[in-house]
């Protein structure tokens, strides 16, 4: 009887030794919160504990000690999404909290896509750390900026020494920690470059099991020529590919998603591990320079700005630009809007169509070309293109590998007329998509913005509510969510994220950022495995 009441007393004893110290079993409890997982299964009602950045325990029946709780009674528990399009370079220093982001819901980002991405990778992952943002950060490496770096903006193939100078650049970026290899293909002087060199510059991401993501060739009436070239750089390269904001741009294209994501899912089931991206939008964005014939870009700003003061050369780049809007049954450039134009800001909102009769121009279509000459020879200008449809838009979002992307920077509140993709591209799903037209499930919007991209960029203690896991959480109203971002009105934070946690630390509560830096950088898997040295 002796013993027996000594061990009956053990357990009770070091129980009560373990709970009455000053230290808390862990830093923050999550209370009575509905769990999505990030798996895509159904919701669950739980609690999550958080200890040193890191998911300690999940489950119905623990409820440790700790030093904060929050209460998520009526709310969804979610993983920290993770935005796997974005174009943050540049603006990092400007808008350190990223509140853009973080009011949607973001907790991570991917940059360096659509072939734009800083060089020395190592170099720009140390500064991003040294920086402290709000938001974890990832890099692809840019095909464009390496090509730039060896051979400038020159409309030729590389000589043999030229590439072998850009494999150096991208193994090197992939082992300081670049996820893959990123290519821009509309743009210069990607579009210069034929097939068989990016083949050769993905095979070397390949080798350190990174990705290879496109903006492709074409995202109009070639597209399907542009993703067949994507699915024979991944075949040839043996190497995984993601297609960025997949898209049927132009009235012309309207409904070919009926073609275009079949030709995914019959990649898939050939063995190409294929996946895709989009923004839930019916307007994209990028710059004016996309308007003008490829080789009047070439070799920079003087040079493009003497090419289009040749009489001769100005007609045939005017002509080349009517022509194509008559084949999107257009009459004029109205579905091209100035975002920023940095000579003259009141430009900034306002259709090229608009910004023509300011000018005092004749309401004639060849004026309206002139006008985007003018703003090309100043330098040009970023723009809002309208010109998708909702159908296409849905058609491509019910596809199961398909992920959300917003396709922006760091926003800087009230600087120009940006795409509201910047500001409400989740909620816009969560609200639009998933709660009023139930286009898909909420458990698989989730899946598609935490787990899928966590999946495809190796991000592996991301994505997921799992003990271990990184506790990047978000938890919001499913009833109040909403993108408050408009094309004439973009500069709105969403609303509906009560509560987001970037590496178990607390940085939007009660719908307001506090002001928190906690990301840091994330490095894909060729990171210091020397093993795989070129």
């Not at 079949?262 to 839930?280: F, S």
């Not at 005092?360 to 200008?381: L, P, Q």
């Amino acid at each position: 009887m002796k013993w027996s009441f000594f061990f009956l007393l053990l357990p009770l004893s070091v129980f009560s030794q373990k709970n009455s110290g000053s230290r808390e079993d862990c830093d923050i409890l999550i209370t009575n919160g509905k769990i999505i997982d990030g798996t895509g299964n159904n919701w669950y009602y739980g609690n999550i504990a958080i200890k040193n950045g890191r998911i300690i325990k999940i489950g119905r029946d623990i409820l440790p000690t700790s030093a904060r709780i929050i209460d998520a009674e009526g709310l969804i528990v979610a993983p920290g999404f993770i935005d796997v399009h974005t174009h943050i370079e540049g603006d990092e220093a400007k808008q350190p909290t990223a509140d853009n982001f973080i009011y949607d819901g973001v907790t991570t980002v991917i940059a360096g896509n659509c072939g734009a991405s800083n060089v020395d990778i190592g170099k720009y992952l140390h500064w991003i750390d040294s920086l402290k943002l709000s938001i974890n950060v990832a890099t692809l490496v840019g095909h464009n900026d390496v090509r730039k770096a060896v051979m400038g903006r020159a409309n030729r193939d590389a000589t043999a020494e030229e590439m072998k100078q850009m494999e150096t650049l991208v193994d090197k970026a992939m082992k300081d920690g670049a996820v893959g290899l990123s290519t821009g293909l509309i743009y210069i002087p990607g579009t210069y470059t034929k097939t068989p060199e990016i083949v050769d510059l993905a095979k070397i991401a390949a080798r350190y099991h990174g990705v290879y993501a496109s903006h492709m060739r074409d995202e109009g009436d070639s597209v399907t020529e542009a993703i067949e070239e994507a699915l024979t750089i991944g075949r040839e390269a043996k190497i995984p590919v993601e297609i960025s904001h997949f898209k049927l741009s132009g009235q012309q294209n309207w409904g070919r998603s009926k073609v275009t994501v079949p030709m995914i899912d019959a990649a898939r089931k050939e063995g190409i591990e294929v996946t895709i991206d989009q923004y839930p939008y019916t307007a994209s964005s990028t710059s004016i320079s996309t308007l003008i014939p490829d080789e009047i870009l070439a070799d920079g700003q003087d040079s493009i700005r003497a090419r289009l003061q040749r009489p001769a050369t100005k007609k045939y780049v005017i002509d080349y630009m009517i022509k194509r809007l008559k084949k999107r049954k257009l009459k004029h450039f109205s579905y091209a809007v100035v975002a920023y134009y940095a000579p003259d800001t009141t430009y900034n909102g306002k259709s090229i169509e608009q910004i023509n009769l300011m000018r005092g121009r004749k309401h004639k279509v060849k004026e309206e070309a002139e006008t985007i000459v003018d703003i090309m020879m100043d330098g040009g200008a970023s723009a809002v293109f309208h010109g998708m449809s909702d159908e296409d838009v849905k058609r491509i979002m019910k596809y199961p590998y398909n992920m959300f992307a917003s396709d922006a920077s760091i926003r800087v509140m009230n600087a120009g007329m940006p795409h509201p993709r910047g500001y409400g591209t989740n909620a816009r799903v969560l609200s639009k998509y998933v709660r009023d037209e139930k286009v898909i499930s909420l458990e698989e919007a989730v899946r598609r913005m935490t787990s899928l991209p966590a999946q495809k960029f190796q991000l592996k203690d991301r994505g997921l509510l799992k003990e271990g896991m990184a506790a990047d959480i978000v938890i919001f109203d499913e009833k109040e969510v909403k993108d408050m971002s408009t094309y004439e009105q973009p500069h709105a934070y969403s609303k509906g994220f009560h509560f987001v946690i970037v590496n178990g630390v607390v940085t939007v509560e009660n719908e307001k950022h506090n002001g928190t830096r906690a990301g840091k950088s994330l490095y894909g898997p060729g990171k210091n495995d020397n093993s795989l040295a070129f």
